[in-house]
């Protein structure tokens, strides 16, 4: 037996093969039937659909909220970091302009030092000085056989 193309597509469900014999109320109730069981697993399906979106949308509402949490407690955390940072800066920059208040006053204190040593040694060479223009006036004065008088005593 040859089934034609038509018997081949409702043998597969795909058209319907008009029957002669059966009534046509009753082929349209069985048609309005399987029509309202398709929609209703339509109407299902979108409900189960809609459920899950609806409960994806609730994740990523409750994922966001999070998210956002999260980032407020970063800030915060980088905030406070901030903070830390600061003032550990801060008290090192205190510190290191002390340190360099102290260095300035050594410095201060050794030129002064410095400063007087440079003196008391000008103050000895001149002295030296003095002292040797009075040893070659003497040793001149002996030469030229002058009485040579004797210094003065400062008290």
């Known amino acids: 037996y040859n089934k034609g193309p038509a018997q081949r597509a409702a043998d597969k469900g795909k058209a319907q093969v008009l029957n002669l014999d059966s009534d046509p109320m009753e082929d349209l109730l069985q048609s309005q039937q399987k029509l309202v069981k398709e929609l209703e697993a339509q109407r299902e399906g979108l409900e189960k659909e809609r459920e899950m979106m609806q409960q994806e949308r609730e994740n990523l509402k409750m994922e966001r909220e999070q998210l956002k949490q999260q980032q407020q407690q970063e800030g915060q955390g980088m905030k406070d970091e901030k903070n830390v940072f600061e003032e550990r800066l801060r008290v090192q920059k205190e510190e290191h302009e002390k340190e360099l208040k102290q260095q300035e006053e050594r410095n201060k204190q050794e030129m002064e030092i410095f400063r007087k040593r440079l003196e008391e040694e000008r103050?000895?060479?001149?002295?030296?000085?003095?002292?040797?223009?009075?040893?070659?006036?003497?040793?001149?004065?002996?030469?030229?056989?002058?009485?040579?008088?004797?210094?003065?005593?400062?008290?």
């Open 123 to 155: 103050r000895k060479d001149a002295e030296t000085a003095n002292l040797r223009e009075e040893i070659e006036a003497l040793k001149l004065q002996l030469k030229q056989g002058t009485p040579i008088d004797p210094p003065a005593t400062t008290n």
